[in-house]
């Protein structure tokens, strides 16, 4: 079935570093990509997303990459803060929203 | 506020005795699913809803069912809860079709099954 993997699942860097985690899915009628954050104890919450008709978007410090023909597309923070400590969620759905997929999860310690 | 309302946010229960967790949502929105979160393996869903009376298996839909009776609400059913059951569980809603975009998840529902 479809799925989405998620690298790497645990991943520390010092503050003021680069953070990029990836994911690749199998689905190749997902056209929607969100990211999601999780706070310890909270619910996942949506940081960025992307759409099947964009390669890339920037938000302030965190910017996502799409490579459709690659079926892969990643995350990208930079400056990283001691709050940016979380587990990111990477999640394809496809169209008509039938079923989101998510990546198993990427738990980023940010060391001050 | 738009959220997506879930309740209990805690319960401990014995094994084969049926519980419901209830999920709500103020937004309109069509599709409504229902996960649970294990740890190192993320999100994993269990039913989804396109729309009212629409509900169609997740990747882990044994030992549940759930019912999509009204727009707004999407409760999950456990007939007979045990112990492998015990997990955090999360209620999201979104838009679908042309509208696809994030889901808004609720607070969470930690279940233990003793």
């Known amino acids: 079935g479809e799925n989405v993997e998620q690298h790497p699942s645990t991943l520390s860097v010092q503050e003021g570093d680069s953070a990029v985690i990836k994911c690749t899915y199998s689905?190749?009628?997902?056209?929607?990509f969100p990211w999601y954050k999780q706070e310890l104890g909270k619910r996942p919450q949506l940081i960025i997303d992307?759409?099947?008709?964009?390669g890339e978007k920037k938000d302030q410090r965190i910017a996502v990459t799409l490579n459709k023909t690659a079926k892969h597309f990643s995350l990208h923070i930079t400056e990283t803060q001691p709050e940016d400590s979380a587990v990111y969620f990477c999640?394809?759905?496809?169209?008509?929203?039938?079923?989101?997929?998510f990546g198993a999860g990427t738990r980023l310690f940010v060391k001050a | 506020e738009a959220q997506v309302t879930q309740n209990p946010r805690y319960l401990i229960t014995v094994t084969g005795k049926k519980l419901t967790v209830t999920c709500s949502q103020n937004?309109?929105?069509?599709?409504m699913s229902w996960y649970r979160q294990d740890p190192g393996l993320g999100l994993r869903q269990i039913y989804y809803?396109?729309?009212?009376?629409?509900?169609d298996k997740g990747d882990v839909p044994e030992g549940y069912k759930v019912s999509r009776k009204e727009k707004r609400n999407f409760p999950l059913i456990l007939e007979s809860p045990s112990p492998n059951q015990t997990s955090l569980y999360f209620c999201?809603?979104?838009?679908?079709?042309?509208?696809?975009?994030?889901?808004?998840f609720g607070q969470g529902t930690r279940l233990t099954v003793v």
């Open positions: 999201a809603s979104s838009w679908t079709g042309e509208r696809n975009t994030e889901a808004f």
């Open positions: 689905d190749s009628a997902s056209n929607y």
């Open positions: 992307i759409r099947s008709n964009v």
């Open positions: 999640a394809a759905k496809n169209t008509g929203g039938f079923k989101t997929i």
């Open positions: 937004m309109n929105h069509e599709y």
């Open positions: 809803s396109m729309n009212v009376e629409v509900t």
